[in-house]
C-alpha cells in the first residue's frame, strides 16, 4: 500500500486547500482537524451503504434461492428493505450516529456487540505487531541509511521491499510451517489453547485481552501459553509494517544528514556517530507519528488476513467468516466501525504531530 | 505520453523514455536493483503472455493421459511443483496465474490512470469548490483500509464469486477505485505547479480553450510521476488480488487460475505438512511484487536529485539545466515512496 513518507507535509496538503490564511494556534489547528473528521466519516458511511444497496438487498444476497419468493419477499419487508432507498440511508444514518449499526443476519447478533466482543483480540494483536515493527523497523532503517549505498544497505533495503512484497498470509503461512510444523515449537493456530481460554474466559472481569487478563491470573503458565501464540501472528503482522517503517527512517535520517545544522555540526568537529545519533536521527523520528497513523489502515487490512491465517480470533477473522456467510450486514456494519477506527486515529496522530512539530499549523 | 514535450532534443527519443532513461542514468548498487526488478518483471510478462505454452497442462485440467492427476501429490517428475488438494496441477496453475495477475495489473492501472489523472486535471486547472469537494472525497478514500474498500466492491461487482472476466474485472475495479485518489493528488499537485507557468499563460492570453490548454500544455508536462506510481500501483495491484482471493472472493478455480486462491486452499494442507501447495504460487506472488516494487522504487529514487547517487565526473544531473524537467516537488515524490 502506498503511503506517505514525509508525512505532515503531504498529510497538510490536502487540508491546506480549506485555510484562510497561513499560520495559526495550535487550538484552530485542533479544532479545524476534528470537524474534517465529520466529512470524512460521512463520505465513507455513504459510500459503503451506497455500493451496498446497489447490489440489492442483503437478504436476498443471504437466501437468495434458497427461500421461496413469497417468504423472501416477507423477510425483506419485515427488515424494511423495501422502502424507498433515501428512507434507509435515513434511517441507516440515524442509526450510525446514535451508536447502533444494525444487527447480523446469521447469528443475529447487535454489530456492535460482535464489534465489543472480537475488537480485544483486533487491539491485541495491532499492538504486538507495532512492538515488533518499532524493535525491527527504526533500529534497521537507521543502520541502512548510515551505511547509505553500501552494502548493509541494499540487504536492509532489500529485505524492506520483500517485507512489502510478501503478503501477510504468505509470510504467516511460511511461518507457521517452519515453526509450527517443521520445527513444532510454537502452536499452529488460535490464541490460546483451549484450557487456558477457559481460565481466561471465567476470571472477573475478563478483558478479552488476553496479556492482561493472564497477567492478572498470576499464572505463568497461562502468561506463557498466551505469548507463545501471539508470537507467530505477531512478527507476520509486525514485519509488514516493519518495512515501511525502515524506509521511512532511511529516507528521513539521509535528508536530516544532509541539513545545513548537519554540516554546521561537522564543521564543529563532531563524529559522524555522534551526528547521526543526536543530530540526524531524532528529527527524523517525527514523521515517523504520522506514519504510524498511516499504517492503521494498513494494519487493519493486514490483520484481517493475519487473522484469518491463524484463526486469531478477532474482528478481521469475524468479518472473513461472515464474508463467506454472505452476511453483508455485518460486513458494512465492521467495515463501517473500522473506517471510523481508522479516522478518529488519523485524527488522534496529526494531533501529536502537530505537538511535536510546530510547523504543521493551519 | 510520459516523455516531456519541452525535453531537450538533444538526446534520441529511445534514451528519454522514463525506464531507459533511468537505467541510463544509473551506477551500482541502484543500477543493480533496477536490473534485478526488470529482469523479474520482464520474466512475469514472458510467463502470462507465454502461458499456454509453457504450462505442461490446462490450469482447471484433473486428468492427464494416465488418468486423474490425484490430490496432494508431491513434486514429481509428472507434476514437477506437485499437485493440489483439489486435484490441480500446481506448476499450471502457478503459470497461468501469472496472465490473470497481468490483466488484473493493465485494467486497474489503465482504468484508474484515465479517471484519476482527467479528475486531478480538472481539480488542479479549475481549483474551487470543485476541487476541495473531491480533494475531501480522495482522503476520505485514501484513508480508508484498501482492502477492506476493495472487499466491498469485489460483493457490489460480482456478489462475491465469479467468472474469469467477472473476477478479473471485480478485482481490477476495486482496485481502481483505491488508487484514483492516489493519481488525482499527483496529477492535481503537477497541474498546480505547471498552469502558473508562462508558456500557460500566453496561451491564455493567445486565446488559446480550456479544453486545449489543459491537453496540450498543462496534461503534457503533468505527467512525469506517473511511471512511478505506475509500478508502484501495478504490485499493489497484485497484492490487492491475492487478498482478495484469500478471502474468498477470488475466482472460481475452473474459471481461470488466481494465486490467492490456491494459497487460500493451502491453509489446511499447511497444517499436515503439505508445503508445495503454498510455498509455489506464495513465492510467484513475492517475486512479482518485488519485481515492480524495485523498479518502481529505483525510478523514484533517480527521478530525485537528492537521492541520487552520481557516476564519478558525471555532468550535473540533466534535470538542472533542463527547464522542462525540473526536480519533483518534494511533497509529490515522497507521495509515490510506498
Redesign the interface.
Known sequence: MTTTSDAPAARAGAPRAWAKKPGGSLGRYIAVRALLIVPTVFILVTTVFVLMRLTGDPITAAQGGRLPADQLAERIHEAGYDRPILVQYLDYLGGVFSGDFGTTLSDRREVTEVIATFGAATLELAFYALIVAFLVGIPLGRLAAFHRDRWPDAIFRVGGILAYATPVFFAGLLLKLIFSVWLDVLPVAGRADTRTELTLSRGDGATGIYLIDAIRTGDPAVLGNVLQHAILPAVTLGLLTAGVFLRVVRTNVISTFGAGYVDAARSRGVSERRLLRKHAYRPALIPIVTVVGLQIALLLGGAVLTETTFEWKGLGFQLSQYLQARDFVAVQGIVVVLAVIVAVTNFIVDIIAALLDPRVRY | MTTPATASSRRPLWARVPVVSHLRQSV???R??LVVGLVLTGLFLLTALLAPVLAPYGFAQLRGPDGAFGATQPPSAEHLLGTTQGGFDVLSRLIWGSRTALLVIVVAVVASILIGVALGLVAGYFGGWL??VL???????Y??????LA???A??IS??QSSMWGGILAAALSITVIFIP?YL?VTR?EVIRVKSEAFVESARVVGASHVRIMTRHVLRNSTRTLPL?LT??A??AI?TL??LG????GIEPTAAAEW?YD?NK??AD????V?WT??FP?TA??LV??GL??VG?SLNDLSDP??R?RAAGEEPAEELLDPGVDPAP??VS?????
Open positions: 551500482g548498487l541502484q543493480g536493483m476541487d476541495r480533494v475531501v472525497i480522495a482522503d476520505a478514500i484513508a480508508f483500509p484498501s482492502l477492506l472487499i466491498v466492491l460483493i457490489v456478489g462475491g492516489q493528488r499537485a506510481i508502484l500501483n504490485s499493489e497484492l491475492a487478498g484469500f478471502l474468498g472472493f490467492g494459497l493451502a491453509v499447511v497444517s499436515s505438512g508445503w503454498a510455498v506464495g506472488i513475492v511484487v518485488l516494487t524495485l522504487e537528492r537521492l547517487k518534494a511533497v515522497k507521495e509515490t515512496v510506498a
